[in-house]
């Protein structure tokens, strides 16, 4: 077992809000000391494939698994460890259907401004496996204590991602575990609670930027 720093919550390019290539992502986490992430696209397995691929092809040190951030009609849900790419827009409960094979996250789940999927989380709360108690694009913190509270209230594991669309953002946010460095014993060692919380919120810039991408794309 080691100490290992994760970041569960990256878009690329493959977002339409986002502008990373697996290059700038492997580049921008490696350099910031991370041992495993997540790119999460919205709607689509494409990055996290993509990026897992280059690394395991450069054969870096780095750990990749594939994920990603699907739109539901109560907001968004992060899956991770699942290949195949889950319809948006289907109800919370047939989404988690969908992705049970996977490992399933609720992402900034009060955050007002965004996509949370708020008090749904009470019908669902039995089959999620963590949620994300400190997300860095949230703008306000008492948005993530909110997270957080429910996490504890409900015996549901919290950990953080950075939310990162620009490699600047990249590890804004992120949490430690003591863990091996495989997918069974990360996701094992979460469901323990074995969790260290890090991070900081990166505030409005990483927003505008984002809204000037998907303008543009």
């Known amino acids: 077992m080691e100490k290992i720093k994760l ?24 350099s910031k000391g991370l041992d495993v992430i997540s790119v999460t696209d919205h709607n689509s397995t494409k990055g996290g494939i993509e990026t897992r691929d280059y690394a395991e092809k450069k054969d870096l040190s780095i750990k990749v698994i594939v994920g990603q951030e699907v739109k539901t009609l109560s907001g968004e849900i992060i899956v991770l460890n699942l290949e195949e790419e889950i319809p948006k827009n289907m109800t919370l409960e047939e989404t988690i259907a969908y992705g049970k094979k996977g490992f399933i996250i609720a992402p900034h789940p009060f955050d007002k401004f965004r996509k949370g999927i708020g008090d749904d989380l009470d019908s669902i709360n039995g089959k999620i496996d963590a949620i994300e108690i400190f997300n860095s694009r ?9 997270a957080e509270a429910y996490a504890k209230s409900n015996n549901i594991p919290g950990i953080a991602g950075s939310d990162s669309h ?52």
Request: a positive charge; glycine letters at 6%; proline letters at 4%.
């Open 7 to 30: 970041d569960f919550h990256i878009h690329s390019y493959y977002s339409p809000d986002g502008n990373m290539n697996p290059k700038d992502i492997l580049e921008a986490a490696m």
């Open 166 to 217: 620009f490699s600047e953002e990249l590890g804004s946010s992120y949490f430690i575990l003591e863990s091996k460095k495989t997918k069974a014993s990360i996701f094992k060692s979460i469901k323990e609670g074995k969790i260290s919380i890090h991070g900081r919120q990166t505030g409005i810039k990483p927003h505008l930027k984002t809204s000037m991408i998907s303008f543009f794309k």
């Open 138 to 146: 949230t703008l306000l913190s008492s948005h993530n204590k909110l």
